[in-house]
């Protein structure tokens, strides 16, 4: 068990919908990434935040959104859902700012879209 | 062409053997290297870590980074079936933000 929680683990929606994503990271983590992993694309940076403030963006597309709040936990918010964004979505921590830093991988959750 | 290129495999070889995952990659501004393990519906998990070139050997576990021919290495003595999982390796330049991941080679190892 890393310490990092994710919910849901599993969610099944429609196109066109919007989901919102929930990362908790380790305690004492400030640090906090979002990633896609997809069997085509492989595990893709799509965001991250250090004590509430974004940090770093990667191929984030346009219709998704993220923020961290003051107690230091993340949602990932994605809109107007496609057949494409079905794929598991990773949170990660780190105690520091830099990507360099050991990041803790959450579960993940597996977001199916019919 | 992507940054870090991995083979997909999959991999499978008898308990015992000696593993070598490889990843190839085209910055050679890179100088974090990591490999991440991830079995079957978990996340991954960070294995081993070096910093610019050489090796860097942990139990069963040895990494080795080799910047001239932009390839980095894992391998695994006496692999046990609970090794049996998707590797990961993973990179990054002192000036990038994010860690660019391969896309994971899957390993079988069967007893």
């Known amino acids: 068990d890393s310490g990092v929680t994710q919910t849901p683990k599993h969610l099944i929606t429609a196109t066109g919908q919007r989901v919102t994503l929930r990362c908790s990271p380790r305690s004492g983590d400030l640090s906090v990434y979002w990633y896609q992993q997809s069997l085509d694309q492989g595990l893709q940076f799509l965001i991250q935040?250090?004590?509430?403030?974004?940090?770093a963006k990667g191929n984030i597309l346009e219709r998704f959104s993220a923020q961290q709040f003051p107690d230091l936990h993340s949602e990932l918010n994605l809109s107007s859902l496609e057949l494409g964004d079905s794929a598991l979505y990773f949170c990660?921590?780190?105690?520091?700012?830099?990507?360099?830093?050991?990041?803790?991988f959450g579960p993940g959750t597996r977001l199916t879209v019919l | 062409q992507k940054e870090v290129e991995q083979d997909p495999g999959p991999l499978s070889v008898p308990e015992g053997a000696i593993v070598s995952l490889n990843c190839t990659y085209s910055n050679s501004a890179f100088q974090y290297f990591m490999w991440y393990r991830q079995y079957s519906r978990k996340g991954p998990e960070l294995l081993m870590y070096?910093?610019?070139?050489g090796n860097k050997e942990d139990g069963r576990f040895t990494a080795q980074v080799d910047k001239s021919s932009k390839y980095i290495s894992l391998f695994i003595r006496d692999s046990q079936p609970s090794d049996s999982a998707t590797y990961l390796c993973?990179?990054?330049?002192?000036?990038?933000?994010?860690?660019?991941f391969g896309k994971g080679t899957s390993l079988l190892v069967t007893p």
């Open positions: 990660a921590s780190s105690q520091g700012e830099g990507g360099y830093n050991e990041q803790f």
């Open positions: 993973a990179m990054m330049s002192n000036s990038g933000y994010a860690l660019n």
């Open positions: 935040y250090y004590n509430g403030e974004e940090r």
């Open positions: 070096t910093y610019s070139s």
